[in-house]
């Protein structure tokens, strides 16, 4: 089975274009590091296309690929599920043919993995694609994801058309998929990645850990100069050479700190720059900060130095539940609305209506302690708000026989309803007694 995968521009697309400008810009930028120091074959940072997004970003850039990866890795913890639509909706159909494909979408990969590849081609690309492979009667079997710049996108006036170009050589064959993407602003039909806004935060936190390398690597700096001072007869190069041999003997390797002597008039001035100046602390804090901004993803959770300079225990746990409320619960959900295309696959065929809907009842960050529920559930049935099973239920056991009845409140009595009838709690009418002297 071949994969598929890519974002469709014609040659007049107004993303095309951009893309272009992301080029030039990139290419400015490494211009712009080159004035700051760097060498003419320093690399520079090509435009936002799939290749160079997974090249100089995700395989280069280890932010970015920390930011990447916590989506792709949580994304899973809300698996699709499949829900009656009209009848008891939430209770999942485990057993419908839509939840049986998705949660074996081929003979290779699980679920998980299925998932984990959509999230990382909508981060990289704007766009993700699974490859909807039918049996001989037309009813989908295997879901395969797929590869976006291998696919060419052909809209029509009211219908959009994919091709997949299993080696790349122009040559395209029909293919149905089902098509995922983030918001475009340029257009409605197409995504546009969360890497394309953290090119510039990338390119930046790339070229200055460029910049480093090369001063350690490539720049004849000398750490430390020995000038004569106030001395009157210049040294020959023998004594220079003689003078320095011993120097690095005594100070270099493990003597490295030890205090020196020198001669009256001699002078030792420090040239290099240290560990600590070349890092650029706060360019990495501003870049970094960007970086996961872009991806929506909180510094602390990848252990970025924005991050962790404010991280503890508690804000560690509140930032992992901002993720789930802020990125990943809207992203999951337009998931299950574009998923929805798999069901209408299987319209037709006596199958009932259904509904694609994410789980969150494994999502860690998103449930509640235990000892929280247990208080929960425990005012509620002391109340007679809810039943014996239904507290049950709520606390993770099962339902006894007999147990659909609701506690009486110590001194709570039954009163009339707006109909003026007494009932019981059970839901019955009670005997109506009465008296001459008024309601009992």
């Not at 970015?64 to 009656?84: F, N």
């Not at 130095?305 to 225990?313: A, C, I």
């Not at 998103?366 to 708000?385: D, I, M, P, Y």
Request: charged fraction near 25%; hydrophobic fraction near 35%; aromatic fraction near 8%.
């Amino acid at each position: 089975m071949g994969s598929l995968w890519s974002r469709a521009h014609r040659p007049t697309d107004p993303t095309y274009a951009e893309d272009l400008v992301e080029a030039k810009s990139a290419q400015n930028m490494g211009a712009f590091a080159r004035l700051l120091g760097g060498g003419m074959n320093d690399p520079e940072y090509p435009g936002s296309s799939f290749l160079s997004n997974v090249e100089h970003g995700y395989a280069r850039n280890e932010l970015v690929y920390a930011c990447i990866t916590e989506r792709a890795t949580s994304i899973p913890d809300a698996p699709l599920r499949v829900y009656d639509a009209l009848g008891r909706k939430s209770e999942p159909l485990e057993d419908h043919p839509v939840r049986r494909l998705i949660s074996k979408p081929n003979p290779l990969m699980t679920d998980v993995e299925l998932d984990e590849m959509l999230e990382l081609h909508k981060c990289l690309a704007g766009n993700a694609f699974w490859e909807v492979v039918p049996d001989r009667a037309g009813r989908p079997v295997e879901l395969w994801p797929l590869r976006p710049d291998l696919m060419k996108v052909k809209r029509g006036r009211n219908t959009v058309s994919y091709g997949y170009s299993p080696d790349g050589g122009g040559q395209y064959v029909p293919v149905d998929v089902i098509h995922f993407r983030m918001t475009s602003p340029l257009d409605p039909l197409g995504g546009m990645a969360p890497m394309r806004a953290a090119l510039r935060g990338t390119a930046l936190d790339n070229e200055a850990t460029n910049y480093v390398t090369a001063l350690l690597q490539n720049h004849a700096i000398p750490g430390v100069a020995i000038t004569m001072g106030t001395l009157e007869e210049a040294l020959d190069e023998s004594t220079t050479n003689r003078l320095t041999e011993k120097w690095k003997q005594k100070f270099g390797g493990r003597r490295r700190g030890e205090p020196a002597f020198l001669q009256a008039g001699m002078d030792v001035k420090e040239l290099g720059s240290s560990l600590k100046d070349m890092e650029f602390p706060d360019l990495r804090t501003i870049s970094e900060s960007r970086i996961c901004m872009s991806f929506g993803v909180p510094p602390i959770l990848v252990g970025a130095k924005v991050g962790l300079d404010r991280s503890t225990f508690a804000n560690y746990k509140e930032a992992r539940a901002s993720f789930w409320e802020e990125t990943l619960i809207p992203a999951r959900k337009k998931d299950a609305r574009m998923a929805m295309r798999l069901a209408e696959r299987f319209a037709g065929s006596g199958s009932r209506r259904v509904e694609i809907r994410p789980d969150w009842s494994e999502v860690e960050a998103l449930r509640e302690s235990e000892q929280a529920r247990w208080e929960r559930a425990t005012n509620a049935f002391r109340a007679g708000g809810i039943t014996q099973n239904d507290f049950r239920r709520e606390v993770g056991m099962q339902a006894v026989d007999g147990g659909d009845v609701f506690l009486v409140p110590s001194g709570v009595i039954a009163t009339r309803d707006v109909s003026g009838a007494m009932t019981q709690l059970n839901g019955e009418p009670q005997q109506n007694t009465e008296t001459e002297g008024g309601d009992l």
